[in-house]
């Protein structure tokens, strides 16, 4: 099992940056993809991005390619979501999640381990 927990939400006038981090727990030892997802109210969850273990592959969604970097920190069990540039419409819930099979899918339901999400709202 991996425990993930997420920080660095929060309230952001559109143009500015936040950082998200996103530590695991537990069976941390195994190499996972790690990945961001968001869902605001009334809509589906959507894929963000994306990284693998080998090789450190990112995935963008394409409304923030150019903008969010996804990077981790495996030495300290840590992914990070860097937001910049942010929009109204970025405004959601983020949540992180881990694939045991080390593959990022652009569909929530193939991910295996979620974190409790983070709120963030872009005002404009």
């Known amino acids: 099992q991996v425990q993930l927990v997420e920080s660095g939400g929060g309230l952001v006038q559109a143009g500015g940056s936040l950082r998200l981090s996103c530590a695991a727990s537990?069976?941390?030892?195994?190499?996972?993809?790690m990945g961001w997802f968001r869902q605001a109210p009334g809509k589906e969850r959507e894929f963000v991005a994306g990284i693998r273990w080998s090789g450190g592959n990112t995935y963008y969604a394409d409304s923030v390619r150019g903008r969010f970097t996804i990077s981790r920190d495996n030495a300290k069990n840590t992914v990070y979501l860097q937001m910049n540039s942010l929009k109204p419409e970025d405004t959601a819930v983020y949540s992180c999640a881990a694939d045991r099979a080390d593959e990022v899918a652009g569909i929530w339901s193939y991910w295996d381990y979620w974190g409790q999400g983070t709120q963030v709202t872009v005002s404009s």
């Open positions: 537990g069976r941390t030892s195994s190499r996972y993809a």
